[in-house]
C-alpha cells in the first residue's frame, strides 16, 4: 500500500507541476529533488526504501555511468520507464520543457563520482 500512496504522490504532482505550466527554469537540481530524489535519493545512489526496492541504478557510479547513453537517461526522463509491462518511473514530458530534460541530464552526470 505504501508503494501505491508514493506513486500516487509522484504522479499527483507531476501532474500539478504540468498543468500548472510550471517550469523549473533548467533549475535541475530544484526538479531533482521535487520529482526525483523520493525514489532516486538525493545524490542519485537510489539509496532509499523505493529505490531498494525497484533496484534503481546507482548515479554516482562511474561504472553505471559508463554504461548509459544521454539518449537512454533522456528516454527515462521523457518517456518513463516500464519493466515487464508495469510502469517503474512515470514520463515527465508533460511536466519538463526540452530545456529542462537536457539540465536533468547534466545534472545525473554530474553525480557520478
Not at 505504501?2 to 504532482?13: F, G, N, S
Not at 547513453?69 to 526540452?98: C, H, N, Y
Request: aromatic share 6%.
Amino acid at each position: 500500500m505504501k508503494k501505491q500512496t508514493l506513486l500516487r504522490t509522484v504522479i499527483l504532482t507531476a501532474a500539478g507541476l504540468a498543468l500548472s505550466g510550471f517550469s523549473f527554469g533548467a533549475d535541475a537540481k530544484e526538479a531533482w529533488g521535487k520529482l526525483c530524489a523520493k525514489c532516486h535519493a538525493a545524490d542519485g545512489s537510489g539509496n532509499t526504501a523505493v529505490g531498494k526496492k525497484l533496484k534503481i541504478k546507482n548515479y554516482t557510479s562511474a561504472d553505471v555511468q559508463a554504461k548509459m547513453s544521454d539518449e537512454e537517461i533522456t528516454k527515462a526522463i521523457v518517456d518513463g520507464v516500464t519493466v515487464d509491462g508495469k510502469e517503474r518511473m512515470k514520463p515527465f514530458k508533460d511536466a519538463l520543457s526540452a530545456d529542462d530534460v537536457k539540465a536533468m541530464l547534466a545534472y545525473i552526470r554530474a553525480m557520478k563520482k
